[in-house]
């Protein structure tokens, strides 16, 4: 009782240009809706994946952030003292403006000590050059030129920027990826001290070697009362970060939300005097012997199409977002779009096929055979 | 043998505030094989009575039976499979689809029934072969004559060999050419293949064509002499 695809398909390239700005704004809500998506989870994930399950972040009591903390050399040496972890790197973690050939831009600098620096961030790794030692180098993350808003070449080993009032040479690149990591310049942090004339660290981190070490020391660091700091997993840590963009989710939600009903108007109105247009011809193919479910599925089969069509055109489209960097205060991150945001924007796509067909297709659904042929 | 019988027919619709009864307890028998031309004046109920036969309408009161079934009752669903193999219906407006070629068009309401690729193609050809049309089957109605497109919808009204053809005002948008063509494939349908054909019309050239004639006016209808 099917009526041939052919029919549907000729039918939307008979009216190629109507068909053609439907597929287009459907795939403009689509891609929209990928870009949302992928710009949410990219921030949330790449703040998310930064902590190691095997860190723990030692800040100064009260503080919430390393741009906040104080943690003053003595402690530095109780933590050493702390039984069961191979590795403490006490760092200095500074924002602050980087020149780079005369011009000023923001830019993230973490100091620590080159011995202990991919053993603390195993999710780092140097692809060319050394790690810096003192003498004010720098090694810089493989998004920082991104994050500085200068070409790769600013950035190369052997070049020189200004900050903090002394001159740094450049002497490895290292890449972190999906880490906010990558965005940063490490410097030794004993020359961080320095250049900003101060005496204590913005946080200590401390390497354990499986999990539950991690826990007795932020149990045996909780009962200690000589020692008065804040430590917590290292994931928690960016966990708590990657929490405080849950609004900007709620915005893209929203945003979503707002061009899918978009979308579905789009639809809706061209669905609307497609079909509308077409009621003499339902009416012709009820007399011809066509059951009226199966001329109307036909009609909801033509929707359905153009939305999947639009549907793949904003897919491809927003596959090329996948892996593209973006810019914000706290570092450089990547928009991510995986194969589970392609599956529920076609799912989307689909939703708005049927659903702007339903109110035309319903409204013909009530006609008469006489009252279609007459239209 | 009486093929169509109309018992005491009526129809009425409410246009505003007013109700329009176009049939009022309307008779009518036509014999299987006969070419019924049924005239009368705008708004008179020929093509509601011819509406009632091909079950796309229902009559407010009465009986509609064909070939001895009481289709008056019948579901949407059963009209339609039924109308499939048994009637074919003509247009005044050819009503063919514009994005499908004449043999797509005819092949329409044979994909309905169970029968191979290679038997369906067959009735197509042997359609627009009796329509004369077997060199244009490729061509899209937008390339196609006016004559020659109601003779596209013939050939689509006769595919599934149906015992019955309704024709509703078949040569009204054509010119006196194309008419004489339409209305000499209609005789021979009913003369050479055994059609019963009811045809509406308010043109009396036309229902000259037709071995009897019924006049239908103020809802009565009226034997014309043939």
Redesign the interface.
């Known amino acids: 009782m099917k009526l041939p695809l052919r029919y549907n398909l000729r039918s939307l390239v008979e009216r190629k240009t109507r068909t053609a700005m439907t597929i287009l704004s459907i795939a403009t809500a689509i891609f929209l809706s990928i870009m949302m998506v992928a710009l949410s989870r990219g921030l949330v994930e790449t703040t998310r994946a930064t902590g190691s399950p095997l860190n723990v972040i030692v800040l100064s009591q009260g503080a919430e952030s390393m741009e906040f903390s104080a943690i003053d050399a003595e402690i530095v040496h109780h933590l050493q003292a702390l039984s069961g972890q191979p590795l403490v790197s006490a760092q200095a973690y500074i924002s602050t403006f980087v020149a780079i050939g005369g011009v000023e831009k923001r830019g993230v600098v973490r100091g620590l000590h080159a011995t202990t620096a991919l053993g603390i961030h195993d999710n780092a790794r140097l692809l060319e050059g050394r790690l810096p030692n003192r003498g004010f180098e720098l090694a810089v993350g493989n998004l920082a030129a991104t994050k500085l808003g200068v070409a790769p070449s600013a950035l190369a080993i052997g070049q020189a920027v200004d900050f903090e009032g002394q001159s740094w040479t450049i002497v490895g690149r290292f890449e972190a990826p999906n880490t906010i990591l990558d965005s940063e310049l490490w410097a030794d942090v004993d020359d961080i001290l320095l250049a900003t004339k101060r005496s204590d660290y913005s946080a200590v981190m401390l390497r354990t070697k499986d999990a539950k070490a991690a826990g007795d020391i932020l149990f045996a660091l909780a009962l200690r009362t000589d020692i008065r700091v804040g430590a917590r997993a290292e994931r928690e840590y960016y966990g708590v970060k990657a929490r405080a963009m849950e609004p900007l989710r709620s915005v893209a939600l929203v945003m979503t939300l707002m061009l899918v009903l978009g979308g579905i108007l789009a639809g809706m109105n061209t669905m609307f005097t497609s079909i509308s247009g077409r009621t003499r011809e339902m009416g012709v193919l009820l007399v011809l012997g066509y059951h009226r479910r199966a001329v109307l599925f036909s009609f909801m089969l033509e929707s359905l199409a153009m939305c999947l069509a639009g549907g793949l055109v904003g897919c491809t489209a927003g596959l090329l977002l996948n892996g593209l960097p973006m810019k914000i205060p706290m570092g450089v991150f990547r928009f991510v779009v995986d194969a589970q945001t392609l599956a529920m924007a076609m799912a989307l796509a689909a939703f708005i096929g049927i659903v702007g067909a339903l109110v035309p297709v319903l409204r013909v659904a009530r006609l008469s055979v006489v009252a279609a042929l007459r239209d | 043998m009486t093929l169509i019988a109309l018992e005491k027919i009526s129809k009425s619709y409410k246009k505003g505030d007013t109700t329009i009864t176009p049939l009022d307890g309307v008779d009518l028998e036509v014999d299987e094989g006969a070419f019924l031309a049924l005239m009368g004046p705008s708004g008179s109920g020929k093509s509601t009575l011819l ?1 009632l036969v ?1 079950g ?2 229902r009559p407010s009161a009465g009986k509609v039976i064909v070939a001895g079934q009481d289709i008056t009752r019948w579901s ?2 059963r009209l ?2 039924w ?3 048994a009637v074919g ?1 003509v ?1 005044q407006q050819f ?1 063919l ?4 070629t004449a043999f ?1 068009n005819v092949e ?2 044979l ?2 029934l169970p029968m191979s690729r290679a038997q369906r193609k067959k009735q197509v050809l042997t359609a627009l072969e009796l329509v004369g049309l077997l060199d244009r089957a490729g061509h899209y109605p937008r390339q196609l004559s006016g004559g020659q497109e109601q003779r596209v919808a013939i050939a ?1 009204a006769v595919a599934t060999d149906p015992q019955i053809i309704l024709a509703d005002e078949p040569t009204g948008n054509l010119d006196r050419e194309s008419a004489t063509e339409v209305m000499n494939l209609l005789v021979g349908l009913n003369a050479e293949l055994g059609k019963t054909i009811v045809i509406v019309t308010h043109d009396a050239l036309v229902s000259a064509y037709a071995s009897r004639k019924l006049h239908l006016d103020k809802g009565e209808l009226v034997e014309a002499s043939a």
């Open positions: 509406n091909a796309i309408d949407e669903d339609a499979d109308r499939t193999r219906y247009f009503n689809m514009p994005v499908l797509e329409l309401p994909l309905l689509r």
